[in-house]
């Protein structure tokens, strides 16, 4: 797998089957399984003592999905499919949504499977089973994967005006970084609970010299130009993510409540202007195409990183407090 690939990969929390059991049901004692397998009203727990692992994937050719290097579970280059969505519902009535991911072997016998829930999961809790799905599994899965801004965002116009993200529509001129002005495709929404790693992520109004807070999904990634290498990055323009700047004052995790999400889609990826940040608009590939519909899609060409392959910046070089601090001085002096 290229590097390329690697920086594009998709970090997620997940459980494994293992470590999700029927308490109470039909298929009491065992394990999370895959849908043929499953039964609706089964009740499962969350083992105690269970931690989230951190599965990265990566946009496969023809369509696959495939864990990604590094990643902290599953074995690197493995197909991963997108079996179901599950809805559980805790005692109190509240709902969880999940889904479930099937690793599999060279000789496509099941490998691994894995939990991943979009909000919280609490050990000891009995969570009903009350809905199987395998048609929306990745079409939720895809929002995940979206490059997506927050209600409320100014992105700069053509002309040089600023308009809040909800009020964009598909025609819509705005200015990108390489080229030039261009029309607004589509625009997606989508609301989710802004839970845990699925909370969105806010920089403060002048973190990187930015207008307004910016807030953002954690895997947006931000585009920075800087004048000196204060990062040691060994290159002046890089790409960052957002989720890798938090430092509990500046850049936030916005926990809780819900969150209204917007993709902005163009014919090609694009770099365009969100609070006066740069940023990546939303790119088609294995993992998001199932967001955009059929007629929007067919019209528009290959969404490659042309020009911006090869500048996403590791989380490991950005594990400091002051990293966001530094991207700001390096890119005004």
Same mark, same amino acid.
């Given at each position: 797998m290229t590097d390329t690939a690697? *920086?594009?990969a998709q970090s997620m929390p997940v459980y494994r089957a293992d470590r999700f059991v029927v308490s109470e049901g039909a298929n009491l004692g065992d394990a999370l399984s895959h849908a043929d397998d499953m039964m609706l009203d089964d009740v499962y727990s969350l083992m105690p003592g269970a931690q989230p692992e951190r599965l990265s994937l990566g946009a496969g050719p023809a369509d696959r999905l495939t864990v990604a290097m590094g990643s902290a579970c599953g074995?690197?280059? *493995?197909?991963?499919?997108?079996?179901?969505?599950? #809805? !559980?519902?805790s005692p109190d009535g509240q709902i969880t949504d999940a889904i479930v991911l099937v690793e599999v072997d060279g000789d496509g016998h099941i490998a691994d499977i894995y939990l991943l829930p979009m909000a919280a999961l609490t050990p000891r809790t009995p969570y009903a089973l009350v809905g199987i799905d395998r048609d929306e599994a990745r079409t939720k899965f895809a929002h995940l994967a979206c490059a997506r801004? %927050?209600? &409320?965002?100014?992105? %700069? @116009?053509a002309s040089g005006a600023?308009?809040? =993200? +909800?009020a964009l529509e598909a025609g819509?001129?705005?200015? %990108?970084?390489?080229? &030039?002005?261009? +029309?607004?495709?589509?625009? &997606?929404?989508?609301?989710?609970? *802004? #839970? &845990?790693?699925? *909370?969105p992520i806010r920089i403060r109004a002048g973190t990187l010299n930015n207008d307004r807070d910016l807030i953002v999904s954690?895997?947006?990634? !931000?585009? =920075?130009?800087?004048?000196?290498?204060?990062l040691g990055a060994g290159r002046s323009e890089l790409l960052v993510k957002a989720r890798h700047l938090v430092n509990g004052d500046s850049v936030t995790v916005q926990d809780g409540g819900f969150v209204d999400y917007f993709e902005l889609l163009f014919d090609t990826h694009q770099i365009i202007y969100a609070e006066g940040i740069a940023a990546e608009s939303m790119r088609i590939d294995t993992r998001t195409k199932p967001v955009v519909p059929d007629e929007v899609s067919a019209r528009l060409t290959e969404h490659t990183d042309a020009g911006l392959s090869g500048l996403d910046v %590791? +989380? #490991?070089? @950005?594990d400091r407090p002051d990293a966001a601090e530094l991207l700001r001085r390096a890119s005004t002096r």
């Open positions: 690697q *920086a594009h074995v690197p280059g *493995a197909d991963i499919h997108l079996d179901c969505a599950l #809805t !559980l519902m801004f %927050t209600r &409320g965002t100014h992105i %700069t @116009l600023q308009k809040p =993200i +909800e819509d001129r705005v200015l %990108t970084r390489n080229d &030039g002005v261009q +029309e607004v495709r589509w625009v &997606g929404q989508s609301t989710v609970r *802004a #839970t &845990g790693d699925f *909370a954690p895997d947006h990634r !931000l585009f =920075i130009y800087q004048r000196q290498d204060r %590791t +989380e #490991t070089l @950005l």
